[in-house]
């Protein structure tokens, strides 16, 4: 029978596919509820993205919202048992500055910070601080300023963020709920008072019935009827919730940068302080280095952040107090995206609470809708699960929450070594790069390899990603686009920006998505422009140099494929197949 109509309504329809939107679609269809979710580019593209990819207590929150660092610690070692194979552990050095009296009393100040902030480090199964004098620290990193008078350690979790919020909504999609990227609510269906005896939504005038939506590729609206509609939308989440007529949910969306450098450039993450004070740090993050953030309020347009250079000038400048090396660093790339920070008046961005909130809008006159705002991606779980627990007790469902006792898709025990590649001639280094990504479900990449050993391939060396796991991930991941595939595997998000990689990787997404190979070049351009947006504030100096000869070799490689002339002149009113050809909409919902 077809849900989504009001006789058959879902129980519930989830708009976003953030970690949050994930989260909550996981837990209620755990709980036996049918849920629809429906996201307006892929899943995981705003804020989740955008994130430092941390699962940590937070320990710039600890002296404003010690509340939220210790949920956040409580959540993180849940997530670490769910998703064991997506964390790892990063170890942290918070350098002190030069031989003052000043610096002397802080360095004893921050040594009670963290004795505080190890008392939740059991939480989230953290290593207590540690002290190191000059000779220590500058032994472990080299890169540090010669003249710091010792450091204090501490240690944090980070994650692939994109791939957490996957597997999140793929367990979601395998227990039954329909999940849906590139489908934008652009409005929602409200009772009049008048339903006839079969509708199953609420026809009480006002009462939340549901949503418009758009599909982004295919073209077309249409309408789904839910028993309760819930705004999961992070940043977008006051303006979406404004569209339906509510006010409770109040926003500072607050917007970060991080600029990634090239490569691995420090053995430890360095914690350091803007010229404003604002704690920001350089950190190792898989293949790249991430140096950042910002906090600034934003309001203009969420769905086209900019870098702007004075936000380059601040994060390099707080970089270099610890690492004057940085100036060497190649920056390749940065990630932009919002918080969706809860309301604040007379604060600076950075001491906003990051506590999060549910919102019943039936307590303003609009039964059955439902948002939820702020907080962090280390505790979406626990997040999710107090929505789903707010879900379920208006629908009249009192079963717990499960999502800390099963682990996601990946997370299962495995005795997959790097070792059972070997016989794909695939490296150590590279065969763990993907077991890291695919956990238990590594073995089937591996089964893909089995069948066709070309296609252990590598496609993208400086991630790296092969053959077999692009494939897989076009096969199962719920791959629409080319772009799709950056989130899934890291394709392109090396040093080299995917010029080499693009083209191949093209060819196999038409291949396994049934389109022409004359289109390859198409879908390799539009994958590259989408690149493009993120690179283009930042190239300069070593860096423009390989983008010039990165696009020198794939325009010449495109002329050599006999690619049509107009996509050679990198014309932009051409579409590739896939692509969404409907810009998502200035006024959706
Ligand atoms: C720079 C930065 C660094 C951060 N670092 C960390 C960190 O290290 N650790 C940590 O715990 N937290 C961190 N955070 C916070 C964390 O990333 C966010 O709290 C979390 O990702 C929010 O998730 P979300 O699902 O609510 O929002 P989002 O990830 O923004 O998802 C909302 C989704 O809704 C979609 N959407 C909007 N409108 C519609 C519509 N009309 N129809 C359909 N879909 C729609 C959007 O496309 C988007 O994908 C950071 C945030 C930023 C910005």
């Not at 939308?233 to 006051?238: N, R, S």
């Not at 610890?322 to 309301?343: A, H, Q």
């Amino acid at each position: 029978m077809e849900l989504g109509t009001p006789e058959n309504p879902y129980d519930l329809v989830i708009i976003g596919g953030g970690i949050n939107g994930a989260g909550i679609a996981r837990d209620a269809v755990m709980r036996g509820l049918s849920v629809a979710l429906f996201e307006k580019n892929d899943f995981s593209t705003g804020a989740t993205w955008a994130s430092s990819g941390m699962i940590h207590g937070g320990i710039r929150y600890l002296e404003a919202d010690p509340n939220v660092t210790k949920k956040s610690c409580y959540d993180s070692g849940l997530i670490q048992q769910i998703a064991p194979h997506l964390l790892f552990r990063v170890p942290f050095l918070f350098p002190m500055r030069p031989d003052t009296l000043t610096n002397k009393i802080f360095l004893e100040l921050v040594e009670v910070y963290f004795d505080t902030y190890d008392r939740w480090a059991p939480l989230k199964g953290g290593v207590p601080h540690s002290r190191l004098n000059r000779a220590e620290a500058l032994a472990m990193e080299p890169g540090l300023p010669k003249d710091i008078i010792g450091a204090v350690t501490t240690d944090e979790w980070g994650i692939d963020s994109p791939r957490l919020t996957l597997i999140n909504i793929l367990d979601a999609q395998e227990r039954g709920a329909h999940v849906h990227n590139y489908h934008e609510v652009v409005g929602f269906l409200r009772g009049d008072g008048t339903g006839d005896a079969d509708d199953k939504t609420s026809t009480q005038r006002g009462a939340m019935r549901g949503v418009r939506v758009r599909d982004r590729e295919r073209g077309g609206v249409r309408d789904v009827h839910a028993r309760i509609t819930f705004n999961a939308t992070g940043a977008w989440a006051e303006r979406v919730a404004k569209s339906a007529g509510a006010q409770m949910c109040r926003l500072r969306p607050g917007k970060g940068i991080h600029l990634l450098l090239a490569g691995r450039v420090t053995n430890y993450a360095l914690i350091t302080n803007a010229v404003d004070g604002r704690q920001m740090f350089i950190a190792p993050h898989q293949n790249v280095t991430f140096v950042g953030t910002t906090d600034d309020d934003y309001w203009g347009d969420l769905d086209d952040i900019p870098v702007l250079e004075d936000e380059v000038k601040y994060v390099l400048d707080g970089a270099r107090r610890v690492f004057p090396k940085i100036d060497e660093c190649r920056i390749i790339d940065t990630i932009v995206g919002c918080r969706p920070t809860l309301y604040g008046d007379n604060k600076y961005e950075s001491q906003l609470s990051r506590d999060h909130a549910v919102y019943d809008h039936g307590e303003e006159g609009i039964p059955n809708f439902m948002s939820i705002a702020g907080g962090k991606l280390a505790a979406y779980r626990l997040m999710s699960e107090e929505a789903v627990d707010a879900i379920c007790a208006k629908l009249g469902n009192n079963k717990p929450g499960r999502t800390h006792l099963e682990a996601l898709p990946g997370g299962e025990a495995h005795d997959i070594s790097p070792e059972a590649f070997a016989e794909f001639g695939l490296d150590n280094y590279s065969a763990g790069r993907l077991i890291y990504r695919q956990g238990s479900r590594a073995d089937r990449v591996l089964e893909i390899m089995r069948k066709n050993p070309e296609t252990a391939a590598i496609v993208d060396p400086s991630e790296p990603v092969t053959e077999a796991e692009l494939r897989y991930v076009m096969r199962h991941e719920l791959v629409s686009q080319l772009d799709d595939c950056k989130r899934r595997s890291r394709l392109g998000q090396g040093l080299d920006g995917g010029w080499s990689a693009t083209l191949r990787a093209a060819e196999i997404y038409c291949d396994e998505k049934g389109y022409s190979q004359r289109d390859r070049f198409d879908v390799a351009l539009s994958f590259q422009r989408g690149r493009w947006k993120d690179r283009r504030d930042i190239i300069r100096n070593e860096q423009l140099a390989a983008e010039a000869v990165g696009q020198t070799w794939f325009f010449t490689a495109g002329g050599a494929i006999g690619a049509d002339p107009k996509s050679l002149l990198n014309d932009p009113a051409k579409t590739p197949p896939g692509a969404t050809s409907d810009p998502t909409s200035r006024e959706s919902a």
